[in-house]
C-alpha cells in the first residue's frame, strides 16, 4: 500500500474523530468529562460499547484462534452474556443507587477507604498495562504500514497516537467517547463484513455457500464435551460468564459509558442490548477466521507461525488494495475504541479516588487539575509502550498483560463480598489481602495442574476472586447494630 494513501486514510479517519470531538465540546463543564452530564441516549451507548470490547487485539486475533481452537470460544461468548445479566440485575442498581462516577467509590462506602483506594490502585495498574499493550499493537501496525517509510522513529510514532487520542478526549472526554464509539464500531464491523465479501467472491461463494462452506469444514467444531480438554464447553461457558462480569462490571473503563445514561432502566437495557449483539458480531468473526484458513489452503498459501499475522497478511498481501486499506481502518477503529475510553477511565479514576476532586466543581482550578491528570496518564502510557518496544520480546510482554489480569481476582472478592454478605473487614488490611490472593491463587493452580490432569485457563479469575473472598470472610466480623450496609 502506498505510503500517501495510508497517511491520507488515517488523516481522513482522525479529522473525522476530531470533528465529532468538536461538536460533543460545546458548553461542556468538568462533569461533562466524567459523567457527559447523564444525558447519552442508551442505544448509542450499547452500540458503541461492541467496538470498546473488541480491542484492536480481538480484532487480529479471534479469527487466527480457529486454527487450533475451532469455533470453541463461541462457547465463552454465550458465557459472557450470563455475566452480563449480572451486570445488569446485581451491579448496575448499585452503582445508580449511590449516584457512582467512580465505580470503586463503593467500596468506601462499604468497607473504607483503605479498601476503596485498593480498588481503585489495582485498576489502575491493569488498565495501564493492558491499554499499553493494545496500543503498542496498533503503533508497530502504523509503523509498518506509514512511518518507516519515513524513516520516522518508532518513539515519534508512539508520541503521535498518545497526542491523536488526547486532542479528541482532552475536553469532553466521555461525552465524546460515547459518539466516536459509533463510528469506531461501524468501522470495525464494516471492514470484517467487507473482508467476508471480498473472500468469498475470490472462492466464488454465494451467502448460501458461504454459509456451507464454513458449516463442512474442519474449523466450524462449536461445542466440546471432554472435561481435560481445554475447550471443554463448562470450563469456557463460567470462564466466559465470569470474565464478563468482572472486566466488564468490575472495569471503570467499561462502566462510565454505562453510567453516563440517565436512568438505571435505561442503562439495564443498553446492557442488555450490547450483550446479545456480541453474539452475532462474534460468530462473525469466527466465520472470518474460517474462511481466511480456506481461503489460504485453497491457493495454496503457506500460513504463518503465529495465528495473529494470518488475517493481516492475508488482507495486505494478497486481497488488493481496498482490502488493505480495509483492514487498515478496521485495526485502526478496533484499536482506538478501547484505547481512548481507557485513557478517560485512567484520568476519572485517579483524579476522583486519589486527588479527591468534585466533578460538579466546575472552577478553573478543578478543569486545570483534570487537565494535568489526563495529560499526565498519557505521558505514563507513552513510556509503558516505549519499555515494551526496548524488551523486544513478545512472550515477555504477553506475560506482563498476563499479570495484569490478575489484578481483576480480588476486584472480583471485594465487590461480590461486599454486595452478598453484611460482614465488615478490617479495612486497613485489604491491600495486603488483595496482595496475597493472586500469589495463593498462583500456587493453587500449579499444585492441581502438578496432581491432576486438570489445566487451568481462563477460570484461574474465578479460582483468584474466591480466595480473596475467603481471606476477607477470614478477616472480617459482623456488622455493629447501628451500621447499616447498603
Known amino acids: 500500500m502506498p505510503a500517501w494513501l495510508v497517511f491520507v486514510v488515517l488523516v481522513g479517519y482522525f479529522g473525522l474523530l476530531v470533528l465529532v470531538s468538536l461538536l460533543t465540546s460545546r458548553k461542556v463543564t468538568t462533569a461533562t468529562f466524567f459523567n457527559a452530564n447523564k444525558k447519552s441516549p442508551w442505544y448509542l451507548v450499547a452500540y458503541g460499547m461492541i467496538g470498546a470490547s473488541l480491542s484492536g487485539v480481538t480484532f487480529i486475533s479471534v479469527p487466527g484462534w480457529v486454527r487450533d481452537s475451532q469455533f470453541s470460544y463461541f462457547q465463552m461468548v454465550l458465557g459472557y452474556f450470563i455475566g452480563y445479566l449480572g451486570i445488569m440485575f446485581i451491579l448496575l442498581p448499585v452503582y445508580y443507587k449511590h449516584n457512582l462516577v467512580s465505580i470503586y467509590k463503593y467500596l468506601d462506602k462499604r468497607f ?11 485498576f489502575l495498574i491493569s488498565r495501564l498495562i493492558g491499554a499499553a499493550f493494545r496500543l503498542y499493537l496498533v503503533a508497530g501496525v502504523l509503523q509498518l504500514a506509514f512511518f518507516n517509510h519515513f524513516k520516522i522513529p518508532f518513539w515519534l510514532t508512539v508520541i503521535v ?18 459518539w466516536t464509539d459509533t463510528l469506531q464500531t461501524t468501522f470495525m464491523l464494516l471492514a ?11 472462492l466464488g461463494l454465494d451467502a448460501k455457500g458461504l454459509v456451507v462452506t464454513i458449516k463442512n469444514s474442519e474449523y466450524s467444531k462449536m461445542f466440546f464435551w471432554d472435561w481435560h480438554s481445554s475447550k471443554y464447553f463448562w470450563k469456557l461457558f463460567w470462564a466466559g460468564a465470569f470474565m464478563a462480569f468482572v472486566m466488564t462490571g468490575l472495569d471503570q473503563d467499561m462502566m462510565q459509558k454505562n453510567l453516563t445514561v440517565k436512568t438505571l432502566p435505561e442503562s439495564q437495557k443498553n446492557m442488555f442490548w450490547f450483550s446479545l449483539s456480541l453474539i452475532p458480531v462474534n460468530l462473525l468473526f469466527l466465520s472470518l477466521g474460517a474462511l481466511l484458513y480456506i481461503y489460504a489452503q485453497t491457493k495454496g498459501i503457506p500460513l504463518p507461525t503465529r495465528t495473529d499475522d494470518l488475517y493481516p497478511m ?28 481507557a485513557l478517560t477511565a485512567l484520568t476519572t479514576a485517579f483524579a476522583i479516588d486519589f486527588l479527591g476532586i468534585d466533578i460538579n ?19 505514563i502510557l507513552i513510556i509503558i509502550i516505549l519499555i515494551f518496544n526496548a524488551l ?20 472480583l472478592g471485594l465487590f461480590v463480598f461486599g454486595i452478598f454478605t453484611r460482614r465488615q473487614v478490617y479495612d486497613k488490611i485489604v491491600p495486603l489481602l488483595a496482595l496475597l490472593a493472586p500469589i495463593l491463587a498462583y500456587l493453587t493452580k500449579n499444585l492441581i495442574e502438578h496432581n491432576t490432569n486438570y489445566k487451568f485457563g481462563f477460570e484461574f479469575l474465578i479460582l483468584n476472586g474466591l480466595i480473596m473472598f475467603i481471606e476477607l470472610a477470614i478477616f472480617s466480623k459482623k456488622p ?5 450496609i447498603t
Open 314 to 341: 492475508l488482507a495486505i498481501n494478497y486481497f488488493g488494495l481496498f482490502a488493505g486499506i480495509v483492514f487498515l481502518i478496521g485495526i485502526t477503529a478496533a484499536a482506538f475504541s478501547s484505547a481512548d475510553s
Open 480 to 484: 455493629a447494630l447501628n451500621i447499616q
Open 361 to 379: 466543581n466546575n472552577s478553573f482550578k478543578t478543569r486545570q487539575i483534570k487537565t494535568y491528570v489526563h495529560l499526565s496518564i498519557s505521558l
Open 192 to 202: 470484517v463484513i467487507a473482508t467476508i465479501i471480498i473472500v468469498a467472491k475470490e
Open 112 to 122: 473504607g477507604k483503605f479498601s476503596y483506594k485498593t480498588g481503585s490502585g489495582f
Open 161 to 178: 497516537t498518545i497526542l491523536l487520542i488526547w486532542i479528541y478526549t482532552f475536553k469532553a472526554g466521555i461525552k465524546t467517547i460515547v
Open 392 to 411: 523486544n520480546n513478545k512472550s515477555v510482554i504477553s506475560q506482563l498483560f498476563k499479570v495484569a489480569g490478575y489484578t481483576y481476582g480480588p476486584l
